[in-house]
T-cell receptor
Framework: EAGVAQSPRYKIIEKRQSVAFWCNPISGHATLYWYQQILGQGPKLLIQFQNNGVVDDSQLPKDRFSAERLKGVDSTLKIQPAKLEDSAVYLC???????????FGPGTRLTVL | QQQVKQSPQSLIVQKGGISIINCAYENTAFDYFPWYQQFPGKGPALLIAIRPDVSEKKEGRFTISFNKSAKQFSLHIMDSQPGDSATYFCAASTGNQFYFGTGTSLTVIP
C-alpha cells in the first residue's frame, strides 16, 4: 500500500514570496491533516479536512495560509506571502474516517530567506 | 500554551537498558494518547496508543503507562536497541484537536 505522498521535498524561497505544497493521502483515507513542525518542536496541527470539508482550522494563520482539498483527495497548502518564521517542515497526514491512527508523509522542508 | 508537556528533552541509554519518557496534560477532554517515533528526514510513525479507560498497554518492547488522576502518561522502551535511536513524541487528542509534545531525542549507545 502506498503511503502519503508529498511534494516538493525541499523548497527555498525569499520572504514575501508565495509557495505551495501538495499532498496525496493514502487511498480511501477521508481525513487529511496539515501540520507545521518547526525545528526542535513537535508538529502543530494547522488544518483538518474530512473529505473536502474543513473540520478544524483554528490554528491556521488565515491571513497568509490557505488550504484546499478539491474532490476530497489531494490537498494543497499555500503560504502567501511567506515570512522568515514560516521556515519549518510541513507534514501531511491522513486517516480513515472516524479513526485516530494518522499516517504521515515525509514532509516538505521550507526555508524562507 | 503547551497543551502537552514532555520530558526529558534528550535521553541517552545503554543498549539493553530501559528508556522512559514522560508526558503530562491538562485538558481532561483528551481521549486518545498516542506515541510517535520520528527518524531524521521522515514523518512521524505511530508506535503505540492508549485510551484513558486502561492504565497500561504493552506492544512488544513498548509499554504505555497511563495515570488518569495525575493526568500523566509515559512510554517505556524495554531492552533498548541502537535502532531505537530517534525522536519520540507524545500526543493527545479530542478527535478534532490534536496536540503533540515537544519531543525527546533518544540515543541508545551500543
Amino acid at each position: 500500500e502506498a503511503g502519503v505522498a508529498q511534494s516538493p521535498r525541499y523548497k527555498i524561497i525569499e520572504k514575501r514570496q508565495s509557495v505551495a505544497f501538495w499532498c496525496n493521502p493514502i487511498s480511501g483515507h477521508a481525513t487529511l491533516y496539515w501540520y507545521q513542525q518547526i525545528l526542535g518542536q513537535g508538529p502543530k496541527l494547522l488544518i483538518q479536512f474530512q473529505n473536502n470539508g474543513v473540520v478544524d482550522d483554528s490554528q491556521l494563520p488565515k491571513d497568509r495560509f490557505s488550504a484546499e482539498r478539491l474532490k476530497g483527495v489531494d490537498s494543497t497548502l499555500k503560504i502567501q506571502p511567506a515570512k522568515l518564521e514560516d521556515s519549518a517542515v510541513y507534514l501531511c497526514a491522513s486517516s480513515l474516517l472516524y479513526t485516530d491512527t494518522q499516517y504521515f508523509g515525509p514532509g516538505t522542508r521550507l526555508t524562507v530567506l | 500554551q503547551q497543551q502537552v508537556k514532555q520530558s526529558p528533552q534528550s535521553l541517552i541509554v545503554q543498549k539493553g537498558g530501559i528508556s522512559i519518557i514522560n508526558c503530562a496534560y491538562e485538558n481532561t477532554a483528551f481521549d486518545y494518547f498516542p506515541w510517535y517515533q520520528q527518524f531524521p528526514g521522515k514523518g512521524p510513525a505511530l508506535l503505540i496508543a492508549i485510551r484513558p479507560d486502561v492504565s497500561e498497554k504493552k506492544e512488544g518492547r513498548f509499554t504505555i503507562s497511563f495515570n488518569k488522576s495525575a493526568k500523566q502518561f509515559s512510554l517505556h522502551i524495554m531492552d533498548s536497541q541502537p535502532g531505537d535511536s530517534a525522536t519520540y513524541f507524545c500526543a493527545a487528542s479530542t478527535g478534532n484537536q490534536f496536540y503533540f509534545g515537544t519531543g525527546t531525542s533518544l540515543t541508545v549507545i551500543p
